[in-house]
T-cell receptor
Framework: DAKTTQPTSMDCAEGRAANLPCNHS???????VYWYRQIHSQGPQYIIH???NNETNEMASLIITEDRKSSTLILPHATLRDTAVYYC??????????????FGTGTKLQVIP | DADVTQTPRNRITKTGKRIMLECSQT?????MYWYRQDPGLGLRLIYY???????NKGEISDGYSVSRQAQAKFSLSLESAIPNQTALYFC???????????FGDGTRLSIL
């Protein structure tokens, strides 16, 4: 299984960029990196995903290192509504050849006024 | 995500009772998933289904069963509920391998 490691918690000042790191040193060549977030006890919300190249959408940017062993999610201008738990996930193939997703414990991001 | 609807939203029941949690989706996705979330443990996969005829166990399937009644419906059952199944349960869908999952708002289940 390609596992991920994230810091337990981080703080970010409102209006600043929030940079959330993730280590996935055992990632395989065809496995994508996904980011989700969960606000309070709501259902997780998809943010962004990527394979090799950096990606950007209306919510965030994803920077993946060249060796693909780590990535960083960037929220360019954090707001109080971005306070949430952020999950970095790598899809993997189980023994039956099915791709599954395992969520770890994530990073709790607190945006401070 | 309003396209993935879970019922009930909250349920309190007693040990030994049979419980069914339901999930329906209007996204037209073939793939559906059931997760449970416990404090400090993230989400863990219970069962997943890649189409109506395909059901697979996840990490923690013991004590649970599922039924894929149609493409749009995926139910999770606890045949004889026990207190350590108290958790927040989420249903999710995805269109295909490699595509993001879309989650419902969850069912908070308490077993006394």
């Amino acid at each position: 299984d390609a596992k991920t490691t994230q810091p337990t918690s981080m703080d970010c000042a409102e209006g600043r960029a929030a940079n959330l790191p993730c280590n996935h040193s055992t990632i395989s060549g065809n496995e994508y990196v996904y980011w989700y977030r969960q606000i309070h006890s709501q259902g997780p919300q998809y943010i962004i995903h990527g394979l090799k190249n950096n990606e950007t959408n209306e919510m965030a940017s994803l920077i993946i290192t060249e060796d693909r062993k780590s990535s960083t999610l960037i929220l360019p201008h954090a707001t109080l509504r971005d306070t949430a738990v952020y999950y970095c996930i790598v899809r993997y193939l189980d023994s039956g050849g099915y791709q599954k997703v395992t969520f770890g414990t994530g990073t709790k991001l607190q945006v401070i006024p | 995500d309003a396209d993935v609807t879970q019922t009930p939203r909250n349920r309190i029941t007693k040990t030994g009772k049979r419980i069914m949690l339901e999930c329906s989706q209007t996204k037209g996705h073939d793939r559906m998933y059931w997760y449970r979330q416990d404090p400090g443990l993230g989400l863990r996969l219970i069962y997943y289904s890649f189409d109506v005829k395909d059901i697979n166990k996840g990490e923690i399937s013991d004590g649970y069963s599922v039924s894929r009644q149609a493409q749009a419906k995926f139910s999770l059952s606890l045949e004889s509920a026990i207190p350590n199944q108290t958790a927040l349960y989420f249903c999710a869908t995805s269109v295909a391998v490699g595509q993001p999952q879309h989650f419902g708002d969850g069912t908070r289940l308490s077993i006394l």
